[in-house]
């Protein structure tokens, strides 16, 4: 949980905010009545396959560029910048609604499975 001066706070790093979750937070703040909302979500998939990055990096709506940031990175669905690593890992940043993660996860089943590391 990261608080600023302005009393602002984010809570990151949790696969999950609770209800336990939000009692702590508030406890902290006995006085003071606050308005908690999702800002944004990062989701994260492994799809247990090495993936060659050189070549998915032709593909439209990707960015890749080795020497600043190991991930193609594919923006077709802005704004949310989706990131894949050779690693087997993908990351969706800046989800403000779960229903889109399906359309994004059958759009990633088609296309990557053409990079997989045979």
Known sequence: MLLFKSGAFRI??????????????????????????????TASCNYNRKIILNKLANEPH??????????????????????VFSSERVAICGIKD???????KVYLDDMLCKYFVQ
């Open 12 to 41: 990151m790093g949790k696969k999950e905010v609770d209800e336990l979750d939000i009692y702590l937070i508030l406890s902290k703040f006995p006085n003071v009545v606050l308005d908690i909302f999702i800002q944004t979500m």
């Open 62 to 83: 990707t960015h890749y560029t080795a020497e600043f940031f190991p991930a193609v990175h594919i923006n077709k669905f802005k704004p949310m910048h989706i990131n």
């Open 98 to 104: 779960l229903s889109v993660c399906d359309s994004i």
